[in-house]
């Protein structure tokens, strides 16, 4: 299966916005969706079929993609927004694989 | 509203049988991809596999060799096994729910397998 590669970590200032990158060959083919976790919880959906976001999702979370790269955009980034953000796709065989992970800090 | 809760043993023996069950509770197991996923502590996500209502399977490669995953419409329930289990294996395990164009939009809690002796 493909790999997904994200940033590490990533800071922002409050109020301001970040983007979350994800890389990866199947990007261009497969639709692209983007997780949010915080520690010790499950992870939550926030974007699916490249820019909808699930109810009760702010919509100051955003996504797009252009050609093999996803972002992931937050607008306005609030301190409750501080966690681990991990995008998700697929192959040729439907196999599923996740990004690396990116933590974001909001400074 | 679908909930969905992991159960088994918590600690299990190298070279042993890692078992797992997740109930869903709130909705139909039919017309939905039923999935497992783990995450080593302190590391990211990995997809594990997943089981269509109607038993049709598919797992992620490099695990393939060692897990299957059934499903029990009746009880509302799916299952993991994983067999030959290492220290390797010690993750927080999450079943989910994923949605026929591939979204995980409901999750269980998470359990946390720790493989030792």
């Known amino acids: 299966s493909s790999e997904l590669t994200q940033d590490p970590a990533v800071s922002v200032a409050l109020g301001q916005t970040v983007r979350i990158t994800c890389q990866g060959d199947?990007?261009?083919?497969?639709?692209v969706t983007w997780y949010q976790q915080k520690p010790g919880q499950a992870p939550v959906l926030i974007i699916y079929a490249k820019n909808n976001r699930p109810s009760g999702i702010p919509d100051r979370f955003s996504g797009s993609t252009s050609g093999n790269t996803a972002s992931l955009t937050i607008t306005g980034t609030q301190a409750d927004d501080e966690a681990d953000y991990y995008c998700?796709?697929?192959?040729?065989?439907?196999?599923?694989?996740f990004g690396t992970g990116t933590k974001v800090t909001v400074l | 509203q679908v909930q969905l809760q992991e159960s088994g043993p918590r600690l299990v023996k190298p070279s042993e049988t890692l078992s797992l069950t997740c109930t869903v509770s709130g909705g139909s197991m039919t017309s939905y991809y039923w999935s497992w996923i783990r995450q080593p502590p302190g590391k990211g996500l990995e997809w594990i596999g997943y089981i269509f209502f109607s038993g049709a399977t598919n797992y992620n490669p490099s695990l393939e060799s060692r897990v299957t995953i059934s499903v029990d419409t009746s009880r509302n329930e799916f299952s993991l096994n994983m067999r030959s289990v290492t220290a390797a294996d010690t993750a927080v395990f999450y079943c989910?729910?994923?949605?026929?164009?591939?979204?995980?939009?409901?999750w269980g809690q998470g359990t946390l397998i720790t493989v030792s002796s």
């Open positions: 989910a729910r994923m949605h026929t164009n591939g979204w995980f939009d409901y």
């Open positions: 998700n796709s697929r192959d040729n065989s439907a196999h599923y694989v």
């Open positions: 199947s990007l261009g083919r497969f639709p």
